[in-house]
């Protein structure tokens, strides 16, 4: 009895190694687009400042429940920090868990200093986050027409940019592999750059403080949506005092009007950053993931 205990304990705990098993994965091989010289250095730990070498963190699926699904995380910090453990880790720890492997993505944060255009900087390394799972899929056993994209705040704006602009490839891919999303998942996104609806600092950060009437449209993800955009869920809160609500609603009804099938929850209070004080917020995402045979 003694031995089998032992025997067990050791199971356990292997397993749960390999569950929390992580890999860290260069974004790109040889010279990063969109990139200049200089002297910023990146800094943090927990939450990213001035990324320069941005990455993925693979989170291995509970393989008891593995899918084959895979979804890229977009944590969120306003395009002026990545908080990557709080909106990245833990999140990504809660996905594994249910089979889904899963992608915490340290991108670049929109500079002058190290970018020449700083617009399509994080736009990049979402292009090549997904263009990296797609091509790797046989070798992390994902179904390749299983890949998600999930932001919080302004990983949610670039998280939806992924999904509105896949169109135009803003990084090499010979290949031609598709850089569309299968599905987006949205939490408290901040979604437009129109003045009415935007979050200010996020704007700022990434168009600029008096940015062409171009841009502002462009960068305005629900006035991108197309008939062949991928499958959403939303979820916000209506007295977020940072992203304004109506950034998820707008987004809900463009999908909406082009027939794309999107499910929305609103909860009433819980303000911006609600997932740290609402238990059990993923139930009805997981149980939207079921649904559409995104967890089977």
């Known amino acids: 009895m003694k031995c089998n205990s032992v025997i067990l304990k050791l199971i356990f705990l292997l397993a749960c190694s390999f569950l929390n098993a992580q890999e860290i994965i260069t974004l790109y091989e040889g010279d990063i687009p969109n990139s200049k010289p200089s002297d910023i250095q990146e ?115 670039l998280a939806s940019s992924a999904a509105t602009h896949f169109e135009t490839s803003y990084i090499d891919n010979t290949k031609n592999t598709s850089l569309r999303p299968d599905f987006q998942i949205l939490v408290y996104p901040v979604i437009s750059m129109t003045s009415e609806l935007t979050h200010g600092g996020s704007r700022d950060a990434l168009i600029g403080k008096n940015p062409s009437e171009a841009d502002v449209k462009l960068f305005s993800n629900e006035q991108q949506v197309e008939e062949n955009t991928p499958p959403a869920y939303l979820t916000h809160t209506a007295d977020d005092t940072t992203v304004d609500v109506d ?50």
């Open 247 to 296: 950034n998820s609603i707008s987004y809900f009804e463009s999908l909406r009007h082009h027939k794309v099938d999107a499910e929305m929850h609103i909860y009433p209070k819980g303000n911006h950053g609600f997932i740290f004080r609402h238990q059990g917020w993923m139930d009805p995402l997981f149980a939207w993931l079921k649904r559409n045979n995104w967890m089977n």
């Open 43 to 157: 800094s943090g730990e927990g939450m990213y400042r001035n990324v320069t070498n941005p990455t993925l963190e693979y989170f291995k699926p509970n393989p008891e429940k593995v899918n084959g699904s895979a979804i890229i995380l977009v944590p969120g910090g306003g395009y002026s920090v990545v908080v990557y453990q709080g909106e990245g880790v833990g999140n990504a720890k809660a996905l594994a868990e249910q089979g889904i492997a899963t992608f915490v993505l340290k991108y670049r944060l929109p500079n002058d200093e190290i970018m020449n255009d700083r617009k399509i900087g994080p736009l990049q390394d979402a292009q090549q986050a997904i263009k990296l799972v797609r091509e790797n899929a046989e070798k992390w056993n994902i179904d390749a027409s299983k890949i998600g994209i999930m932001g919080f705040s302004a990983g949610g704006h």
